[in-house]
């Protein structure tokens, strides 16, 4: 309680269920030929894990990466009920306690929510396309 | 390769078990009466008669849940359809719509919802102002704070932030719909009216289908756009959500985990399937020649009229954050005497301002940190378990699977609240 790492925990439990069914569904498009042609000659789960699924899932794990990265930093409400102390705050507490402090000096208010929105939308400027792909895996894959 | 039992069994296994046990333990709990730190003593049902008979707030909650997502499945899936048709119907040039119309679903609830408070603000916010000008309105109070209009202002700011992600899924679902069926229905005399509604709306109703869903679990799980925007709105006329965190005895959310779940849990996962199953690999090919009717490519004059009107829309889209941007180099006394103009001179100091005194530096830091080692555990976890079954031959793999997926169904509210209890009860 009241610390980063207990916040991780809470980000942690929250995302492993989404990108399990996710990932699962990757997953199962690597043709199996390749996983029975690696076990004759040998090789064990771990092994096909890391050799055949990982390079071949590639994006796939990287589209679960994206989405689930814009989902965490994004997230408010679990470091509202973990987080109290102002030097643990990320940045979502941060500008949600803008609107406290700031009732009478918008200025600032609005500044401070710039800063904060810029970033992200330089980051998804950037990487557009993976951004898109990552964010709609839940309704298809493009 | 039968029966075999390995790292991977064991941790789709275990997984399915922690994701399971806060919902269970959540059920257990409803059963009895306790402020959340003791057992509490059994009291079998009456948690649930006490919330369907007697709670009046819960019956508003449950009311003013279901006409804001009934509202907001019409909305989002009307725009997100007619943007999605608009883009389909130009000849080039939909990288940029496509792209501004989803931005905002890359910003968070809480900036979202920041913006649009101020949007709705009383005397310099955007709509006070737009009132002025146009000659009506009351410009003394803020739609947020009226009881009638508190909800449907929220609306404004829900529809803006994800109407984007629906165009995607419904370009997607344009670039699926073969034109032998338009040429087809062309030869025959059907009009555009008849068009879409036999050809465009069916072929997409799978599609249909993915956003009303997302749309429902998003509204379901709209708690932090709510709360940054009305701290639990005028006299309670808000999403019950809010009353998780309010009200004084936990089972009340667990309440709703029932009817919640039961739902949902129908067959959650043919609704995740139907969007995963989508053909992939031909999906960039189709790319080049789909629309609804792509007959209207030819047509300069309709291209021009068709951008015409994106644009419009596309300055809409865009207007909320670039207005945050121009406010936020203005001095207070500007943003009242001149609301629309560009900022002269730009006061950058405000940044710097902002910088320090919300301690940014250090939030951002945070926020990279934690972002960084969740998503770093949860593919640490995620993969082997989605191995595990993807793979191998695993007892009950429905059960388990079940047993991830109904938590994803439900709001993150309810299994937090649980989460908080077991957090408080371990002294950590």
Redesign the interface.
């Known amino acids: ?1 009241n610390t ?1 790492e ?3 925990t ?19 498009g690597v043709p199996r030929e390749l ?1 029975d042609a690696a ?1 004759i000659d040998g090789a ?3 092994q ?2 890391r050799h055949i ?2 390079p071949l899932a590639g994006p796939g ?1 990287a589209a ?2 994206v989405f ?3 989902f ?8 509202l ?2 987080i109290q102390k ?14 406290n402090f700031y009732t009478t ?17 330089v980051v ?2 950037v990487l ?1 396309r993976s ?2 792909q990552g ?2 895996l ?5 | ?1 039968q029966a ?1 039992s ?3 069994c064991r941790c ?1 296994r275990l ?1 399915a078990a ?2 399971a046990y806060p919902l269970a333990s959540g059920l257990l709990l409803s059963l009895r009466r306790t402020t959340g730190s003791t057992e509490g003593e059994y009291v079998g049902l009456d948690n649930y008669i006490e919330a369907l008979f007697r709670d009046d707030i819960f019956h508003q909650a449950v009311g003013n849940t279901v006409a804001f997502t009934a509202v907001a499945i019409v909305l989002q899936t009307g725009v997100g359809l007619l943007l999605a048709i608009l883009i389909s119907e130009l000849r080039r040039g939909r ?1 940029p719509y ?2 501004m119309f ?2 905002p ?7 979202v919802g ?2 649009w ?2 949007i709705y603000a009383p005397y ?1 916010g955007l709509l006070a102002n737009v009132a002025a000008t146009v000659g009506l309105g009351d410009v003394y109070s803020s739609l947020l704070s009226s009881q009638a209009t508190a909800l449907w202002a929220i609306m404004g700011a829900f529809v803006w932030r994800w109407a984007g ?1 629906n165009t ?2 419904y370009l ?1 679902g344009l670039q699926s719909i073969s034109r032998e069926y338009y040429e087809a229905a062309m030869i025959e005399g059907a009009g555009g009216v008849r068009r879409f509604v036999h050809i465009t709306w069916l072929l997409l109703l799978p599609y249909t289908y ?2 009303v869903l ?1 749309t429902t679990m998003g509204t379901l799980r709209i ?2 756009m709510m ?2 925007m009305t701290q639990g709105g005028p006299a309670a006329r808000d999403r019950d959500g809010r009353h998780i965190h309010l009200h004084d005895r936990v089972p009340l959310p667990t309440r709703r985990v029932r009817a919640i779940a039961g739902p949902y849990s129908v067959d959650p996962r043919g609704a ?2 139907v ?2 199953d ?1 053909h ?1 690999a031909q ?1 960039r090919e189709r790319e080049r020649n789909f629309g609804m009717s792509r007959l209207m490519r030819g047509d300069t004059r309709v291209q021009i009229l068709l951008h015409g009107l994106l644009v419009c829309l596309f300055v809409i889209w865009a207007y909320p ?1 670039v207005w ?2 121009t ?6 006394g ?2 009242y005497s001149v609301p629309w103009s560009l900022p002269d001179p730009a ?1 950058f100091e ?2 710097t ?3 320090v ?4 530096g ?3 830091l ?2 990279a ?3 960084a ?3 770093s ?3 640490f ?7 595990g ?4 031959r695993l007892p009950f793999p429905a059960v388990l699977g079940l047993a ?2 109904v ?2 169904m439900i709001p ?2 309810v ?2 609240v649980q ?2 209890v077991m ?2 009860r371990s002294d ?1």
């Not at chain 1, 839940?138 to 493009?142: E, I, K, S, V, Y």
């Not at chain 2, 005194?357 to 940014?360: I, M, T």
């Not at chain 2, 079954?389 to 191998?392: M, S």
Request: with cysteine; net charge neutral; hydrophobic share 60%.
């Open positions: 309680m980063l207990g916040l991780i809470l980000e942690v439990a929250g995302g492993v269920a989404f990108a399990t069914v996710v990932l699962t569904t990757f997953f199962r996983e076990r064990r789960s771990v096909v894990l699924i990982l794990i679960v990466a689930q990265s814009v965490v930093w994004n997230d408010y409400f679990a470091p009920i973990v102002p030097s643990l705050f990320t940045v979502q507490l941060a500008i949600g306690n803008f609107s000096d918008e200025s600032s208010f609005f500044a401070g929510l710039a800063r904060a929105m810029i970033p992200p939308l998804f400027a557009q951004f898109i964010l709609t839940g309704a298809l894959r493009d | 390769m075999m390995c790292g991977c789709s997984l922690v994701l990288l496509r792209m989803f931005a679903v890359v910003l968070s609830a809480v900036a920041s913006v408070k101020w310099f992600f995607v899924i997607a993915t956003v997302l708690f932090d709360w940054i995740v399937d969007g995963l989508s992939a999906a954050v945050t941007l406010s936020s180099l203005k001095t207070n500007d943003l006061h405000n940044m301002r902002a910088w005194q919300g301690q940014l250090q939030a951002f945070n926020s940190y934690v972002t080692v969740s998503v555990l949860i593919l976890f995620a993969v082997p378990a989605a191995f079954f993807a793979r191998l991830i997926l938590p994803l993150s509210e299994i937090l989460l908080f957090f408080a950590c």
